[in-house]
């Protein structure tokens, strides 16, 4: 089981290899450290590091966050059903002698590696404008990949919702559509406190601005809530994925 | 249990009160190719995504290799390569790397590859993006990716759908040689019945989601008999006369038709009786239905096997 689970994993691995997909990865990390290049930390010139590293990660990650990220999971999970759709490789794949819960779970576990991916770039970027901004010294290595980490944790239920929706349809538009008119109204949702902890596009953007006991802390929630919810969303997510897939018609 | 490679008990699906098939009773025997006929939407894709396990029957039941599919889906479907409607591809990647993408899942050596290219034609072509490919190739490529896992049985689903006649011709040579010298069982639809008829031993006609006919190809070669012909001098008189003698004349065409019991002796003894009666004999011939006539009868109308 393990082992037709690790090959499919190497099969999807394959199909992305030379894939455009690559291309898009870097964009939304090249683009924070744009904007981490030009933030200006000189307002907390006597702060500590820290603060001026969560400025920065904040000032980085507002759009990276808020929208890129979850519009990423979408193109990702579209992307990973793309070639199947196109080509009829379900009929092909699913007539092997392969059990649909691993090939789900193989293709979930593309994306969360995309994913991954596009986060380690996005640490790479703030390391880099810290370096630029003259933090160098004392790089907080905790905070930093807590941050990435838990941003890459909160993707996950949008993953298991975008992936069920792609494998559903055969359109590589319209499961992005969906996703993108769920993203939008993060910019929205995030500044309300009543629903921002219950909604679970806004739960990257919540997870990787979560500092603890920050004093920024309009954005940023007790890590403990946002895994709620993430958890939550995640598990329905997923089953629904799943009971989906293993009765789909193909 | 039995021999039968393939066999489906009454298998049925039913969308939304129709039957697409109904009542489907398949019987393949090892090292045959079975020559799955019908016209466009009779119900042989549906059948053929049943036995793959790819949708499920309303009622009925497959069995493949003498095991029944619902419960041992993963064993069986290791042993069957297929190629369901149309080739499917990553067009992207190159042919090696396609196959390699499946390679990978079946988990069988590197060197099947190169076998299996080979034995399509495509050794040469094998570094290209698959997108460039023609549809032939594209064709080929899918028999090659059905025959990477060594299987014993093959299902390919109109194979030879879009392609030209020498492609046709590849495609049906490809497939002739599987059984000698592979040892491998191939299932193929088709909605002509030219394109199996040389190839396939048995034949399986559905019509309207219903088998109508399944037998031997000499079977349905000796159903597809012919007539005799005579042309003679006053063919009214000559029919009536050969009616008298126990015949089954029938006068069409200005020309005597005999049905049925063609023996030499008969048709000897018909002429016989025709010139004592002086009626001139100008040709006896056989007329034979072709097959695809037949076939389409067969399609048209429904012939209980």
């Not at chain 1, 990220?69 to 392969?98: D, N």
């Not at chain 1, 601005?209 to 004093?215: C, K, P, R, T, V």
């Not at chain 2, 006369?241 to 003894?269: C, I, P, T, Y």
């Amino acid at each position: 089981m393990m082992s037709g689970f690790l090959r499919l994993a190497a099969s999807e691995r394959l199909k992305l290899a030379k894939s455009p997909i690559w291309l898009l990865i870097p964009l939304s990390p090249l683009l924070s450290l744009v904007i981490g290049l030009l933030v200006n930390l000189d307002e907390f010139g006597q702060a500590d590091n820290a603060i001026k590293y969560e400025v920065l990660v904040s000032a980085m990650a507002a759009f990276h966050a808020m929208l890129f990220l979850p519009i990423l999971t979408g193109i990702f999970s579209a992307f990973v059903c793309r070639y199947e759709h196109a080509g009829g490789g379900w009929k092909q794949l699913l007539a092997m002698p392969v059990s649909r819960t691993g090939l789900y779970f193989a293709k979930f576990l593309t994306v969360g590696a995309l994913l991954a991916i596009a986060q380690l770039l996005f640490l790479g970027a703030v390391v880099a404008a810290a370096f630029y901004q003259g933090l160098g010294d004392g790089v907080p290595w905790g905070m930093l990949l807590t941050s990435v980490f838990s941003g890459w944790l909160a993707c996950l239920p949008l993953a298991a919702l975008q992936l069920l929706v792609s494998v559903g349809w055969s359109s590589f538009a319209a499961p992005l559509v969906i996703n993108v008119m769920l993203t939008v109204p993060n910019m929205l949702v995030l500044n309300s406190e009543r629903f921002a902890p219950f909604y679970p596009w806004a739960q990257p953007m919540l997870a990787m601005l979560s500092f603890g006991d920050s004093e920024l802390g309009r954005l940023a929630l007790p890590l403990e809530n946002v895994l709620i919810t993430v958890t939550g969303s995640f598990v329905v997510f997923l089953a629904a994925g799943l009971v989906y897939f293993n009765r789909k018609e193909v | 249990m039995n021999e039968w490679v393939i066999e489906t008990r009454a298998l049925s699906k039913r969308y939304k009160g129709r039957y697409a098939v109904s009542g489907l009773n398949l019987k393949i025997a090892k090292g045959d190719i079975y020559g799955f006929l019908g016209p466009n939407g009779a119900g042989k894709t549906t059948t053929i995504r049943m036995l793959l396990g790819l949708i499920k029957p309303s009622s009925g039941s497959v069995h493949i290799f003498g095991k029944e599919l619902q419960k041992e889906r993963l064993s069986i479907l290791r042993r069957v390569g297929s190629l369901v409607e149309y080739p499917s591809y990553y067009g992207h990647l190159s042919a090696v790397d396609n196959l390699e993408a499946i390679r990978r899942i079946l988990d069988v050596p590197v060197g099947k590859i190169a076998e299996v290219l080979d034995i399509v034609g495509l050794a040469k072509e094998a570094r290209r993006p698959v997108k460039g490919f023609s549809l032939g190739m594209k064709q080929r490529l899918g028999i090659a990716s059905a025959l990477l896992g060594s299987p014993e049985l093959l299902v390919l689903d109109e194979p030879t759908n879009g392609l030209d006649p020498s492609g046709i011709l590849e495609i049906r040579e490809l497939i002739k040689d599987m059984p000698r010298q592979h040892g491998i069982t191939v299932l193929i639809s088709s909605h002509l019945l030219s394109e199996v008829e040389l190839t396939a031993g048995t034949v399986g006609i559905i019509r309207q989601g219903e088998l109508v006919f399944q037998d031997t190809i000499e079977s349905l070669h000796r159903q597809a008999q012919g007539q005799i012909r005579l042309v003679v001098s006053e063919p009214e008189q000559a029919t009536v006369a050969l009616m008298q003698h126990g015949f089954r004349a029938e006068l069409k065409e200005s020309a005597v038709w005999l049905n049925g019991g063609q023996g030499d002796d008969a048709v000897a003894g018909a002429v016989k009786r025709l010139v004592e009666r002086e009626h001139s004999v100008y040709r006896v011939e056989e007329r034979r239905k072709s097959l695809e006539e037949l076939f389409l009868q067969i399609v048209g109308e429904g012939l209980r096997a």
